[in-house]
């Protein structure tokens, strides 16, 4: 395996590690009976927490409200509702979505803001605008270049590449229409 | 150096394996070799069979060497399962995390959970104390916007107020997923799915199943589902389960180098990614295998049914919705149904058609507005303005206000006797005491009337807005949005039938099987059959709607009216038109799909080859008398995808086909590495040089990159043939031959060409090769 697929794994490994530990620490679970006005006794709420099999109103009712005959028929009434809930994974799936699409964001300012800023020296370098004639408009400054050697320049070659096929996307969905209606 | 044509662990620059550790690898810009596709075209699916047949055969004669060899070989042959393992557990991980960011994020539209900010409104209220009965409903910790802004829960400004906001933040949300879409990756907008069906029958489209369209899916699929709009999530999380297998398929060569292999991969990741959207497994399999895939053998089904299942393992483990099901709206019922029941089923179905054949029509309609007028070259406004009217017009009906799956849940969910909706009010006899879901049939209170009027509304609206919602510059799925009009219409109809069957219970059509005091009617179970009719009468699937939705709920015993009313709905929209909503919007793209249709017409092979009568002659290289020069030059004056080889251009007696993509490469990398190869240079594809002059300059033998067996068919074959031969060998072209001499050559897009033409559709609507 080359390093950029070991680099992928290993994200994608420490992602789903992450999620499933997160999980299974911290579990909420609850029962919630329901209960009706039955003859004079007003309508009751209980909550108890108990695992699935025990959620039933005979273990959550607690006190009894009625006496011992009348049980059966006050529970018939009952409505009980099992609910699992890991608050810890809520609470972090919601950090983790809410700061990637802060991270893209931020990106997406950086590109239409910084970025023209800095490649102000090279007129032909539009990277977000869509142009007609793009195709051979740009003196091919960088490409000729090759591998360069430090991991700047290398980073800023993968970034050109990427914004120029996202730019060949954007003409064929958004332009042309040719893919996607 | 010669081109590998034949190996397929060629070792490629990109692929060597370094050890100076060059991190920085993945940077580099990667050499394309010979044995790639190019953008847009299809792949030569008996070349993929042969390469992996090859690459096999040298696995299993090296495994004899030694123990580390067939260990190898081991390895080689787990590594489809190791990768079937890893897209369900990023499907069912995306998957989770997609719907927990959803709910959260429709209930920020109205207000917040002080208590715990990251709670949606459901998870607020199931952690409230309230104790009495009367407060059941109440939440204090969950306040709407207006009453955490002003402190009032009453009045006029608050509700304007209320509503303004969610406006606000309907129109926050779009926008944000349509300028990311915009941004960082174009591809990810739409469903997924036209395109995944054709990638999977051979197209490639470089970029539509990358990293970076997965990660704008996944985060722009939230936002869109969250604004409000009328679509769904679950064909696009067909594309991101897909985008998943392709991430996967690059770890391992077995499947990056090979396509066809890696077809199978992707059929197995969309039978995953419906799995999790329904928490259906055995559906997902089905799906794939009626709707999505083109080649399903037999062993892509056990795989696909172990992907399916680890990733809907996966998404229940982490339990997005608190009840350890999949879905939101899974529902679980008991009561039986009634044979004269099976008359309204079947009306819900023709309803379904009809809707079916509605939707398609106005759809593609507006969808072909938006590719060739005006309304195309404004995206994000079409978006914004779309979003606009949505939440304006959805926000003063409570039932289009929630999300479209909680409106879906409540319409399946049968009213239990403590329900305080206003569609459950039914006026309760006093004395009764059944237990909950043993309710008998009940008369309606006014709550269900004015219920049903939101109702009406709400379905005009929703089969309004839909047409013009899907189809946008946005992750749009269309699968909730066909239930929830389905489960409308269904619910409407099953409250008309139990009232009836109430109030006038000596009707003889209800004597027989309808009691007075009895349980009859279970207008649930008649929206979940509204909405099989409905999905039925949009996609055109047929077992496999009729296996998610009793995966759906849990019964076996409703298999005979959900199947009931998917076989009218089918039939009513079959009537109408032949093609179900994707193969519509391929039709509109033009994609290069060759579907299974049984092509009927009695046309030969002459009639459809080229070069028809008045164009110029076929684009030939002989065997060993082209120099460089003329290769090159008729490489640059036409743009055929492939050139047959003749012995000469008199005798015109068929040897074999070369490709451009490899002629290119082929003569590129002779001229920068082969001494004396120059313009003048002959170029030969027979074993043996010609016999030259030793004055002229070195001849170039490129028969590694000829395909020796092209094949051939004769001028008078049927085009019932060759259209069969194209559909079961995955052909790009095929040669026309008359007693061995070359007549012509059928490619691909004239096949869909004539077949356009037989259809009287337009032939010219054929865009790619």
Redesign the interface.
């Known amino acids: ?5 070991a ?3 290993r994200i ?1 490994a420490v ?2 590690v992450f ?2 530990l997160i ?1 299974v620490i911290s579990l909420a679970y ?1 029962d ?1 009976c ?4 039955y003859r004079n006794i ?4 209980y ?1 108890k927490n108990v695992s699935q099999k025990d959620c039933n109103c005979l273990h959550v009712v607690e006190p009894m409200p009625v006496p011992g005959h009348d049980v059966e ?1 006050y529970c ?4 009980c ?7 810890n ?3 972090v ?5 809410l700061s ?2 802060g991270a ?2 931020l990106y ?1 300012l950086f ?1 239409f803001l910084v970025d023209p800023l800095i490649r102000k020296h090279d007129p032909y370098t539009m990277p ?1 605008q869509n142009e007609e004639d793009s195709e051979d408009v740009r003196p091919r400054v960088d490409g000729s270049q090759g ?1 360069g050697n430090t ?1 700047l320049e ?2 800023e ?2 970034q050109q ?2 914004k120029k ?2 730019q060949e ?2 003409k ?3 332009d042309r ?5 | 150096a010669e081109m590998d044509y034949g190996t397929t662990i060629s070792a490629t620059p990109t692929e060597e394996t370094n050890d100076a550790g060059n991190l920085m690898d993945f940077l580099d810009e990667p050499f394309p070799d010979v044995g790639t596709y190019e953008d847009f075209h299809t792949i030569d699916w008996l070349r993929e069979k042969s390469r992996d047949t090859d690459r096999h055969r040298k696995i299993t004669s090296k495994s004899k060497e030694s123990i580390w060899e067939f260990i190898k070989s081991l390895l080689d042959a787990w590594s489809g399962w190791l990768v079937m393992l890893l897209i369900g557990l990023l499907s069912g991980t995306l998957a989770g995390v997609i719907d927990l960011a959803v709910d959260w994020m429709t209930d920020l539209k109205e207000g917040v959970c002080l208590s715990a900010l990251w709670y949606s409104h459901e998870q607020c209220c199931w952690t409230s104390n309230e104790t009495t009965f009367a407060d059941r409903d109440k939440c204090p910790q969950w306040q709407k916007w207006a009453e955490l802004m002003t402190g009032y829960t009453e009045g006029a400004g608050v509700y304007l107020l209320n509503y303004f906001l969610y406006v606000l933040w309907a129109l926050f949300f779009s926008f944000l997923a349509v300028s990311l879409v915009r941004v960082f990756a174009p591809y990810a907008c739409g469903s997924g799915i036209p395109e995944i069906k054709t990638i999977l029958s051979g197209f490639i489209i470089r970029g539509y199943l990358g990293k970076w369209t997965l990660l704008i899916k996944t985060v722009t699929l939230v936002l869109a589902v969250s604004s409000g709009l009328s679509l769904g999530k679950e064909g696009p999380l067909v594309h991101v389960a897909c985008c998943c297998g392709n991430l996967f398929c690059s770890l391992f060569s077995k499947y990056s180098k090979n396509e066809g292999k890696r077809r199978e991969v992707l059929s197995a990741a969309a039978a995953a990614g419906v799995s999790v959207a329904f928490g259906a497994p055995i559906g997902g399999v089905l799906f794939s295998l009626e709707e999505v895939s083109y080649y399903f053998p037999l062993k892509t089904l056990w795989r696909s049914f172990f992907a399916a299942l680890v990733a809907a393992f996966t998404l229940r483990s982490i339990n997005p919705f608190g009840n350890n099901r999949l879905v939101l709206f899974y529902v679980e019922y008991h009561t039986p149904w009634y044979m004269a029941e099976l008359v309204p089923f079947i009306l819900l179905g023709v309803f379904g058609g009809l809707w079916g054949t509605l939707f398609i029509r106005c759809n593609i309609a507006w969808c072909r507005r938006r590719k060739t007028t005006l309304l195309g070259k404004y995206p994000v406004l079409e978006v914004i303005v779309v979003t606009g009217i949505t939440a304006v017009l959805a926000f003063p009906n409570p039932y289009t206000r929630r999300s479209t799956s909680e409106l879906i849940s409540e319409l399946f969910n049968d009213c239990g006797s403590l329900e305080s909706s206003q569609l459950c009010d039914y006026i309760n006899n006093p004395n009764m005491s059944r237990p909950v879901d043993d309710i008998p049939d009940r008369p309606a209170g006014p709550g269900v009337y004015s219920a049903l009027w939101q109702l009406t509304l709400a379905l005009v609206f929703k089969i309004v807005i839909t047409i013009f919602t899907f189809g946008m510059k946005i992750p749009s799925g269309l699968f909730i949005p066909s239930m929830a009009v389905g489960a409308i219409a269904g619910r409407i109809v099953g409250i008309a039938v139990e009232q009836m069957a109430y109030h006038h219970h000596d009707w003889i059509i209800f004597k027989n099987w309808c009691r007075p005091g009895a349980d009859c009617v279970t207008p649930g179970l008649y929206a979940m059959v509204g909405a099989a009719a409905c999905l039925g009468g949009v996609t055109r699937m047929t077992v496999s709607l009729v296996v998610i939705m009793f995966e759906l709920t849990g019964g076996l015993e409703y298999i005979v009216p959900l199947m009931a009313a998917a076989v009218t709905s089918k039939w009513v929209a079959d009537a109408f038109g032949k093609e179900g909503i994707y193969e519509a919007h391929i039709q509109l793209n033009g994609y290069p799909y060759l579907d299974q249709d049984e092509f009927t017409h009695r046309t030969l092979a002459t009639d459809v080859m080229r070069p028809r009568r008045n164009e110029p002659p076929l684009a030939l290289l002989t065997q060993d008398s082209t120099t460089v020069e003329d290769v090159e030059t008729l490489i640059k004056d036409t743009d055929y995808n492939g050139f047959p080889v003749v012995v000469s251009h008199e005798s015109e007696r068929l040897i074999g086909f070369v490709q451009r993509r490899d002629l290119i490469l082929a003569i590129k990398s002779a001229r920068q590495k082969q001494d004396g190869v120059v313009s003048n240079s002959v170029v030969h594809f027979t074993e043996d040089a010609p016999q030259i002059p030793a004055s002229n300059p070195q001849p170039l033998k490129l028969r590694r990159i000829l395909n020796l067996s092209p094949f051939t068919v004769t001028d008078h074959t049927p085009m019932e043939t060759v259209v069969d031969i194209f559909r079961k060998l995955g052909l790009r072209q095929c040669l026309v031959t008359r007693s061995g001499r070359l007549l012509g050559i059928i490619t691909k897009k004239d096949v869909l060409r004539h077949m356009a033409q037989m259809m009287n559709q337009d032939p010219e609507s054929i865009m790619f090769n």
């Open positions: 395996m080359s390093s950029s697929i680099q992928n794994l994608a992602l789903l999620l499933v999980d609850a919630k329901i209960c009706p006005p007003s309508g009751h709420i909550k028929a018939l009434l009952c409505e509702k099992y609910e699992e809930r890991s608050s994974t809520i609470k799936t919601i950090i983790i979505y990637v699409v893209l964001l997406m590109l977000l591998r991991v290398r980073v070659g993968a590449r990427w096929q996202v996307q954007r064929t969905v958004f229409h040719k893919l996607l209606s």
